[in-house]
């Protein structure tokens, strides 16, 4: 059973920067495609990045530039390092696992809040 936790989110100021972390269990890590979601309240949960098992990264418009995605395939974890943070990123973050050769693999964390608020 893979299992995927959260960890990092908090309060940030507007401008300010958080760093989440995903870690990841009972599976070999490296073949899976890294995700990030989020949720707002009263929204549909949206694409935020993602990572392939190549190391290929991808972004949703709304954080490119500011969010990066990386992953540690040793330590069978990924990140996803928050800058230039806005009230508009507040959400609940989710990470997901999707393995790279069979989509219906396809794990997710249980979240972790973060509240960009002055």
């Known amino acids: 059973q893979v299992q995927l936790v959260e960890s990092g989110g908090g309060l940030a100021q507007p401008g300010g920067s958080l760093s989440l972390s995903c870690a990841a269990s009972g599976t070999i890590f490296n073949l899976y495609a890294m995700k990030w979601y989020r949720q707002a309240p009263g929204k549909q949960r949206e694409f935020v990045a993602e990572?392939?098992?190549?190391?290929?990264?991808n972004y949703a418009d709304s954080v490119k530039g500011r969010f990066t995605i990386s992953r540690n395939n040793v330590k069978n974890t990924a990140y996803l390092q928050m800058n230039n943070l806005k009230p508009e990123d507040t959400a609940v973050y989710y990470c997901?696992?999707?393995?790279?050769?069979?989509?219906?693999?396809?794990?997710w964390g249980q979240g972790t809040q973060v509240t960009v608020s002055s």
């Open positions: 990572i392939s098992s190549q190391l290929n990264t």
């Open positions: 997901n696992a999707v393995h790279s050769r069979a989509a219906s693999l396809d794990y």
